[in-house]
T-cell receptor, first 113, second 116 residues
Framework: DAKTTQPPSMDCAEGRAANLPCNHS???????VYWYRQIHSQGPQYIIH???NNETNEMASLIITEDRKSSTLILPHATLRDTAVYYC??????????????FGKGTHLIIQP | KAGVTQTPRYLIKTRGQQVTLSCSPI?????VSWYQQTPGQGLQFLFE???????NKGNFPGRFSGRQFSNSRSEMNVSTLELGDSALYLC???????????????FGPGTRLTVL
């Protein structure tokens, strides 16, 4: 699986959009980009995933560059409960239930009141 | 629908002992994966079970083992505990392994193991 690079930490004001970047310059054509987050003392939680088109769900939007070498997770209106470590994961295939997810260090997003 | 449950939530053992952790997946989920989380190494994949068979294994020594029962519940065992085994052990369940449509992994709250 391709390696990802994320900033170790970011701050965002409550109510503003939080934009979390991820670099995955060695991504292959059949690798998807997944985002999970881990709130303190809880297990990770799936947020969103995509291959090459931008994706949106009730939690967030995922913007993938045309060359697929980087992506941005957008939380449109951040709340204090969005404070967590966000993991960008790149792996082969659409299935996420086997083969194991490879988590990096992630980005610690802190939402400021 | 109840989420993934893990027992016990906290455990203290001494070096050389063995430990068994339990995971009950979401009802209807047949795939269970185990992860170890430490401050130094982060979240690392241990192994994954589907239909009572281990399908994949991470890079951990043979002291780490697991199994899955016919009701999809899973246990992991660590023998001859070392200080470095102190970690949060997370279990995740999903409907099925990869190969088709995306199967989101749902994580449990974890078992905090401390080895003294």
């Amino acid at each position: 699986d391709a390696k990802t690079t994320q900033p170790p930490s970011m701050d965002c004001a409550e109510g503003r959009a939080a934009n979390l970047p991820c670099n995955h310059s060695t991504i292959s054509g059949n690798e998807y980009v997944y985002w999970y987050r881990q709130i303190h003392s809880q297990g990770p939680q799936y947020i969103i995933h995509g291959l090459k088109n931008n994706e949106t769900n009730e939690m967030a939007s995922l913007i993938i560059t045309e060359d697929r070498k980087s992506s941005t997770l957008i939380l449109p209106h951040a709340t204090l409960r969005d404070t967590a470590v966000y993991y960008c994961i790149v792996r082969v295939g659409a299935g996420g239930g086997a083969d194991g997810l490879t988590f990096g260090k992630g980005t610690h997003l802190i939402i400021q009141p | 629908k109840a989420g993934v449950t893990q027992t016990p939530r906290y455990l203290i053992k001494t070096r050389g002992q063995q430990v068994t952790l339990s995971c009950s997946p979401i009802s209807g989920h047949r795939s269970v994966s185990w992860y170890q989380q430490t401050p130094g190494q982060g979240l690392q994949f241990l192994f994954e079970y589907f239909s009572e068979t281990q399908r994949n294994k991470g890079n951990f020594p043979g002291r780490f083992s697991g199994r899955q029962f016919s009701n999809s519940r899973s246990e992991m065992n660590v023998s001859t505990l070392e200080l470095g085994d102190s970690a949060l052990y997370l279990c995740a369940s999903s409907l099925a392994p990869s190969g088709g449509a995306y199967n989101e992994q749902f994580f449990g709250p974890g078992t905090r193991l401390t080895v003294l």
